[in-house]
């Protein structure tokens, strides 16, 4: 069954850089080692996200990983930096 909903009682979400209202999906990998995983074995686990389809930032709140803070390089690849701030 589709939800339904009035559009009038949504908010809009903007990039948080540029204010554009377009964005695209984009996907972020997750290596599982062997060593921590269940089932003994190494896993790339892939996580949804979404970027501005105009800059390339991905908003604070898309971020599927919070502990993972991106730090962008160029247009086209973010670095990612793990536990910095």
């Known amino acids: 069954?589709?939800?339904?909903?009035?559009?009038?009682?949504?908010?809009?979400?903007?990039?948080e850089?540029?204010?554009?209202?377009?964005?695209?999906?984009v996907v972020f990998l997750r290596k599982?080692?062997?060593f921590v995983s269940p089932d003994a074995q190494d896993h790339v686990v892939p996580m949804d996200?979404?970027?501005?389809?105009?800059c390339g930032h991905i908003n604070?709140?898309?971020?599927?990983?919070p502990e993972v803070?991106?730090?962008?390089?160029s247009e086209d690849s973010p670095?990612?930096?793990l536990g910095e701030e």
Do not use: W, Y
Request: with cysteine.
């Open 32 to 34: 599982i080692s062997r």
């Open 79 to 81: 670095i990612i930096k």
């Open 60 to 65: 604070k709140d898309f971020n599927p990983s």
């Open 17 to 25: 850089e540029c204010k554009n209202p377009t964005f695209r999906p």
């Open 49 to 54: 996200s979404m970027e501005c389809a105009n």
């Open 69 to 73: 803070h991106l730090e962008e390089k």
């Open 1 to 15: 069954m589709e939800a339904q909903f009035d559009i009038h009682k949504t908010t809009g979400v903007v990039c």
